[in-house]
């Protein structure tokens, strides 16, 4: 089993609609959760960045962590075609350690116009 | 776009051959971290470096090997090249927090 699993999608919506990004982790020693976003043939691009449990929001991203169930999520509002790419979840445990991140293998989103 | 930059962009190497990859990290950076991500998969880390010293790593053979410079730049090597050492190589730059940041990578192929 993976420490980190994320659904690949495909995940296709149209424009303007509310997309939910999901990750699930079994190692209880992460505490610190990011998402990246990927263009095709590009590096990973630091979109959010959350410690512990809670809410944060940029603009039109929400990233949301619960511990307690080992989950986060990541929700763009108000898609639009130029957020079409590969979400990437990652995490990393204490700070004094490697900050080596673990990531999730990815979901490919596709909004159309 | 990050200050990390990566080259080169795109290298072919055949089976068995050695490659040296290169990263200049973000100005303020102080540690550097190598990933490979292979086609449809995520960055896996192979370790990281802080202040010329390596600073933990991942599943990776000891055919895989680094260095820091006293600049914060940092060096990749890979000897004796599989088939499947064929990824994409990612550098990231962090400073005293968790954040890091990837430059756009080396796309490597081994034939």
């Known amino acids: 089993q993976k420490e980190v699993e994320q659904d690949p999608g495909p995940l296709s919506v149209p424009e303007g609609a509310i997309v939910s990004l999901n990750c699930t982790y079994s190692n209880s020693a992460f505490q610190y959760f990011m998402w990246y976003r990927q263009y095709s043939r590009k590096g990973p691009e630091l979109l959010m960045y959350t410690y512990s449990s809670g809410n944060k929001e940029d603009g039109r991203f929400t990233a949301q962590v619960d511990k307690s169930s080992k989950y986060i999520s990541l929700f763009i509002r108000d898609s639009q075609p130029s957020d079409s790419a590969t979400y990437l979840c990652?995490?990393?445990?204490?700070?004094?350690?490697?900050?080596?991140?673990?990531f999730g293998s990815g979901t490919q989103l596709t909004v159309l116009p | 776009e990050t200050g990390v930059t990566q080259s080169p962009t795109h290298l072919i190497k055949t089976r068995g051959q050695q490659v040296t990859l290169r990263c200049s990290s973000q100005s303020g950076h102080n540690t550097v971290s190598w990933y490979q991500q292979a086609l449809g998969q995520g960055p896996q880390f192979i370790f990281q470096y802080y202040r010329e010293e390596e600073n933990g790593r991942g599943n990776f053979p000891p055919r895989f090997s680094g260095l820091q410079f006293p600049n914060y730049s940092s060096e990749l090597n890979v000897n004796a090249l599989e088939l499947d050492d064929s990824a994409l190589y990612l550098c990231?730059?962090?400073?005293?927090?968790?954040?890091?940041?990837f430059g756009p990578g080396t796309r490597l192929t081994v034939t």
């Open positions: 990652a995490m990393s445990a204490t700070y004094r350690s490697a900050r080596q991140l673990t």
């Open positions: 990231a730059s962090s400073s005293a927090v968790a954040e890091q940041y």
